[in-house]
């Protein structure tokens, strides 16, 4: 994009969120690197016993492979749909208070989906069970905490938010700030979100295939994002 297009007005308050935002670019990619870490070389455990087993051994590492790091990213997410909507909004305000409002709540649906600190404490409990029928009663609630996790909260997380990106996406084709190629990237990724990750294969292949759209777009927003913050 030439350096001459004229720059997106926005007042000072949102000039910080910008700054914020990139900033929070910047922290996402590093969760996300960590995250791909964590995966590869500690896979996660496909059973609620070898969790509980994984807890008692290493309970931080227990924690990390039930998304601890994915609760700091959605945190983190928060600045970034800021930043957005602080940078689009002088291009769409209705749409893009939409699209915050969207993100936001998708973000809060996710927590409660999570059961990461459940599961530690019924590892807990089941490690210290008297009998079996107690250990029965802890394996079953350790099974219920994990349809949880993947339960309606977090398909409406996941939906919420790929609605959230799309939208940002349409506005950024209308923006002078950002290139069409990035607003073509966000598209992009918000598409392949639609299908949640728990939507069997297609869901684990689209949730897979989104993640390097999203990384390129974090990478194109994020100086973006500090030059706005400093004009």
């Given at each position: 994009?030439?350096?001459?297009?004229?720059?997106?007005?926005?007042?000072?308050?949102?000039?910080?969120?910008?700054?914020?935002?990139?900033?929070?670019?910047?922290?996402?990619?590093?969760?996300?690197?960590?995250?791909?870490?964590?995966?590869?070389?500690?896979?996660?455990?496909?059973?609620?016993?070898?969790?509980?087993?994984?807890?008692?051994?290493?309970?931080?590492?227990?924690?990390?492979?039930?998304?601890?790091?994915?609760?700091?990213?959605?945190?983190?997410?928060?600045?970034?749909?800021?930043?957005?909507?602080?940078?689009?909004?002088?291009?769409?305000?209705?749409?893009?208070?939409?699209?915050?409002?969207?993100?936001?709540?998708?973000?809060?649906?996710?927590?409660?989906?999570?059961?990461?600190?459940?599961?530690?404490?019924?590892?807990?409990?089941?490690?210290?069970?008297?009998?079996?029928?107690?250990?029965?009663?802890?394996?079953?609630?350790?099974?219920?905490?994990?349809?949880?996790?993947?339960?309606?909260?977090?398909?409406?997380?996941?939906?919420?938010?790929?609605?959230?990106?799309?939208?940002?996406?349409?506005?950024?084709?209308?923006?002078?700030?950002?290139?069409?190629?990035?607003?073509?990237?966000?598209?992009?990724?918000?598409?392949?979100?639609?299908?949640?990750?728990?939507a069997g294969m297609i869901g684990l292949i689209f949730?897979?295939?989104?993640?390097?759209?999203?990384?390129?777009?974090?990478?194109?927003?994020?100086?973006?994002?500090?030059?706005?913050?400093?004009?």
């Amino acid at each position: 994009m030439p350096e001459n297009r004229s720059l997106v007005s926005i007042d000072e308050k949102g000039r910080g969120l910008a700054r914020l935002g990139g900033f929070a670019c910047v922290a996402m990619l590093a969760i996300m690197a960590a995250q791909m870490v964590v995966f590869i070389v500690w896979p996660p455990p496909d059973s609620v016993p070898d969790f509980f087993s994984l807890f008692q051994e290493n309970a931080f590492l227990g924690l990390l492979s039930m998304d601890l790091l994915y609760v700091a990213n959605n945190t983190v997410l928060i600045l970034i749909y800021l930043a957005l909507y602080a940078a689009l909004k002088p291009v769409g305000e209705s749409a893009a208070l939409v699209a915050l409002v969207l993100g936001l709540v998708g973000i809060a649906a996710y927590y409660p989906s999570n059961t990461a600190f459940e599961m530690l404490a019924l590892s807990r409990q089941y490690a210290a069970a008297l009998s079996d029928a107690q250990r029965s009663i802890y394996l079953s609630a350790g099974q219920a905490m994990l349809e949880t996790y993947g339960g309606t909260a977090f398909d409406m997380y996941y939906v919420l938010n790929a609605a959230a990106l799309l939208i940002f996406a349409v506005l950024l084709f209308r923006s002078p700030f950002f290139s069409k190629t990035i607003a073509a990237i966000g598209l992009a990724s918000g598409i392949l979100m639609t299908i949640p990750s728990t939507a069997g294969m297609i869901g684990l292949i689209f949730s897979l295939a989104s993640l390097l759209p999203w990384a390129v777009f974090l990478v194109l927003i994020a100086p973006r994002f500090f030059r706005m913050g400093h004009k």
